[in-house]
T-cell receptor
Framework: NAGVMQNPRHLVRRRGQEARLRCSPM?????VYWYRQLPEEGLKFMVY????????ESGMPKERFSAEFPKEGPSILRIQQVVRGDSAAYFC?????????????FGSGTRLTVV | EDKVVQSPLSLVVHEGDTVTLNCSYE??????LLWYKQEKKAPTFLFML????IEKKSGRLSSILDKKELFSILNITATQTGDSAVYLC???????????FGKGTKLSVIP
């Protein structure tokens, strides 16, 4: 079992460019969660997706951020027109059901740096 | 709103010392409290606690939960340099898909 796979591990973007972060959940998991970790901060929930559905995006900034989890392929977190404040570590996690009752398995994260 | 507060925020100890990390929380419909270890990559799961007073143990690490006083502690005995990491505490509300994390305790173990 390969676990939760995220790529790229590191991503550098100039201000105004787009960033695309990918996450493949663990085999058999159809529930995906994205969290963001700003420097010196804890992980903050962004969005919860199932295949082809956004269940809860209450933690997503209202503009420039979007997420999808298509029927085929990985989940994508997209950040348009990046700004320096978007620099953070973005973690994806997956679970076999729609709860965090027993915790999740996290991927290794994508560290986004905006220059 | 659920809330998790960890203390201290950072800690420097010498190899062989014993450390205690604290986590207090506020949550509606508590389900579980989780501890993770984070080095320069993914948070890795350490313990899940659901019942008061029952110690979970794994090698030199142990943890216990007090649901009446709403806190948990993580103990590490005979610390090693490999224990240097950020230790994260998180809570899960019943039926909820969100984990609420504290800011973490950064532990540095020096030889």
């Amino acid at each position: 079992n390969a676990g939760v796979m995220q790529n790229p591990r590191h991503l550098v973007r100039r201000r105004g460019q787009e960033a695309r972060l990918r996450c493949s959940p663990m085999k058999g998991h159809s529930h995906v969660y994205w969290y963001r970790q700003l420097p010196e901060e804890g992980l903050k929930f962004m969005v919860y997706l199932q295949k082809e559905n956004i269940i809860d995006e209450s933690g997503m900034p209202k503009e420039r951020f979007s997420a999808e989890f298509p029927k085929e392929g990985p989940s994508i977190l997209r950040i348009q027109q990046v700004v320096r404040g978007d620099s953070a570590a973005y973690f994806c996690a997956s679970s076999p059901d729609g709860t965090a009752n027993y915790g999740y398995t996290f991927g290794s994260g994508t560290r986004l740096t905006v220059v | 709103e659920d809330k998790v507060v960890q203390s201290p925020l950072s800690l420097v100890v010498h190899e062989g010392d014993t450390v205690t990390l604290n986590c207090s929380y506020e949550v509606t419909n508590f389900r579980s409290l989780l501890w993770y270890k984070q080095e320069k990559k993914a948070p890795t799961f350490l313990f899940m606690l659901t019942s008061s007073g029952i110690e979970k143990k794994s090698g030199r690490l142990s943890s216990i939960l007090d649901k009446k006083e709403l806190f948990s502690i993580l103990n590490i005995t005979a610390t090693q340099t490999g224990d240097s990491a950020v230790y994260l505490c998180a809570i899960a509300g019943a039926g909820s898909y969100q984990l609420t994390f504290g800011k973490g305790t950064k532990l540095s173990v020096i030889p």
